[in-house]
């Protein structure tokens, strides 16, 4: 198993670099669902099979076929190299060395004592058989029941979304000829 | 630092370096789709996070098995049957509720001897947290709506600038 | 009845707007939409006043959702505090959707104007759920669904620049929101809870644990992003700039408060004061970057011809104010710093609108095509004078109240020389003030402002409402100073 593991976290590390290095979006795009699918293998390994399937649906299939669509929309297909700066390297390191700080007070990878594990007492995994009529999956009975706001939240970030897209990709004939003489000096 | 802190720990090192990488092809690209994919493995390494927390050793999905919630459902129902009769057995454990299944015969025999072994090995099922589990289920749909969102503004860019290179379109600007 | 619909205000607040969106999609049609949009705005303000009241009266409100208490379920929990937040957001909301017909149809195609509203609905129920939540998950949640809403309002501008502004806020917006999402994170792995109060409980404090700290880190920076702090206040110009008239008025007056309403809730509600201030120095960081933000803000307020950018910088460089009475954590200080959040999203709002206004008439917003439109736009160009004054702080308005328990506190903590920065950072304010009142009414007039009619009533009204409540909350304080002062009380008190 934990030869799995090792080989799994260094395919995400490679993939993850991968992605930063490639120049060619295609590629890139292809990459990051490569990276969803074993993010997803990784979840399903760390007992969260919901999470692996929704990530495999929507993080490898939606948003790759989102992210191609507009790939041959905008038919721009490269990102110009140019001269890297110091900046977002130092940021991130920063960033990233202060997370690492932070770890170290952290209980270590699937102590049963972890606060998360310990509280709520009795469990949600126990609570669900009484509350829950027999319903196997406790995922479903939080997602569902207990944190149900949330997911109408959830549902309001799609709605909110899709409304969105609608408001910024709709375009009456008015306003097109209205912006044509703003866009006219764009390069073929 | 001992190895086995490095043992606990290494999964989040991992995970971070993972954000970071995301976090830095956000920062430094400069190709707005490319920006777009940066926040999505940025997004995707901190659902990692999270579910590394809710995992325990040797522990299972949060998911019990149909035959331990048969019983548990014959024992709640025996039990409400049993109280009836007068021979309420209260304070016990639910392992034994279901015992109490197969003694009294009421439900069918087999099964209920069946569920009470279930529920015997119920106990000793170790159950990862399901509650990180929810909570990137939200993430990961909150995640996608603003991937396809900030889809929505490059294709619109594109149409008014003609490039989706942020360079470009900054010259672009300046030219005016 | 009236009972059963009293114990649900909680959820009423929310579930209006929030149903009331997608029913302006169906109906697919402007004025329907609009008129729908209007109702449910006032009928959410009326809640909000009736929640306030009750929270005034009867202390804090709390509404289990579903009814699954807490740990298990997620608690809706409105206090003074965030009644008062829920009211202002909620009464500017109303009144810039009263004030907002004919400036849309002026600056956004006719067949997006249902698409638009119910946006603009969603965003509103963002923010309120933001304001009424308990549980630390759920305000990213609606943290998310008034961001996306935001983005796609702000891309609506008439110029090409808006949708790049759009998508400029949504990568900065979003590393933000991530960086919440880590930092909730790091809390939950600490103690096991979302529920605000019951991390406030749990989590470990003498000790310092590395993983708190770092938690509360990630918190503070993602939350300084989306409150537009110096230095990581780079979305806001742009967006504010670029985007519709109306939005600029309504994501001004109330976003960045939305977001300082749970900075405040981190720092009193679940890191106690004690903690952020004396464990860490959060205090003199903060006061460091928002003196900081509020000179170079300031600064760079007094150099833009483009007004609307003016006021951009000027909106960076207010919620210095706030976060200096935060960081001050006297009763004085903090209600100074919640009292301004008011104050400022009244006096914003109203200067907003008048630039709706102009724009409406003169169709810009540079400083040169305004000239001289005083004279034939008189009661626009006073309504700008009236909320300038504001800004500054001069006496009789809202703005002289905030910084005048802003400057008391100080001077408690005897601090001469912020004191004396504060002041001369009000002049400034003086000066960008200054240059647009002397192209208003001493400048010779510009083409465009000499043919320029007084702004419809439409507008003038609910624009006098905002700057009048300037002048009225400016000698009548109980409703804002007082309420302000009651929250600051209970927030120190409450802290452990």
Known sequence: MNIIVFALLALLAITAVAIARLRELWAAIMFTGIYSFLSASWMMILDAPDVAFTEAAVGAGISTVLMLSTMALTGQGEDIPRKSSWMPILIVVVTGATLVYGTLDMPALGAPDAPVQLYPSPSYVERSVEDMHGLPNVVTALLASYRGYDTLGETTVVLTAGIAVLLILRRDPKEASATEPSAGDEPA | MTLETIAGLYNYWMVIFLMMTGFYIVLARKNLIKSVIGLNIFQTSVFLLYITMGKVNNGTAPIIPPAIVEAQKSAHESHAGAAAGGVAEHGAGVAEHGAGVAEHGAVVAEHGAGAAEAVHAAGDIVYSNPLPSVLMLTAIVVGIATTALALALVVRIREDYGTVDEERILELDRGE | MIDAIDSHLA?????????????????????????????????????????????????????????????????????????????????????VLLYAPMSVRDEIPASKHYLFYATYLLCLTGLLGMCVTGDLFNVFVFLEISSLSSYALISLGKTRRAPLAAFQYLILGSIGATFILIGIGLLYQMTGALNMDEIAARVPHEDGPRTVLVAFAFLTVGLCIKMAVFPVHTWLPNAYTYAPSVVTCFIAATSTKVSVYVFVRLIYGIISPGFAFNFLPLDTELMFFSLAGIFIASTAAIYQDNIKRMLAYSSVAQVGYMLL?????????????????FNHALIKGGLFMVVGCFVLRLGSVQMSDWKGAGRTMPWTATAWVIGGLGLIGVPLTAGFISKWLLLTSIFEAGWWPIAVLMLVSSLLAVVYIWRVVETLFFAEPSEAAAMATEAPLRMLIPTYLLIGGTLVFGVWTTYSAGIAHAAAIALLGEAP
Do not use: Q
Request: net charge negative.
């Open chain 3, 11 to 95: 959820i009423l607040l929310i579930v209006l707007p929030l149903m009331a969106a997608p029913i302006c999609v169906l109906l697919g049609n402007g004025r329907a939409a609009y008129t729908l949009a209007l109702l449910v705005s006032i009928l959410t303000f009326a809640c909000s006043v009736t929640m306030l009241d009750e929270a005034l009266e009867h202390g804090v409100i709390y509404y289990d959702l579903g009814n699954w208490h807490p740990p298990y379920g997620i608690e809706y929990r409105v206090d003074v505090f965030s009644g008062f937040v829920l009211t202002f957001v909620s009464g500017i909301g109303a009144a």
């Open chain 3, 325 to 341: 009475g935060i960081s001050l954590a006297t009763p004085t200080g903090l209600s100074g710093g919640i009292v301004h959040m």
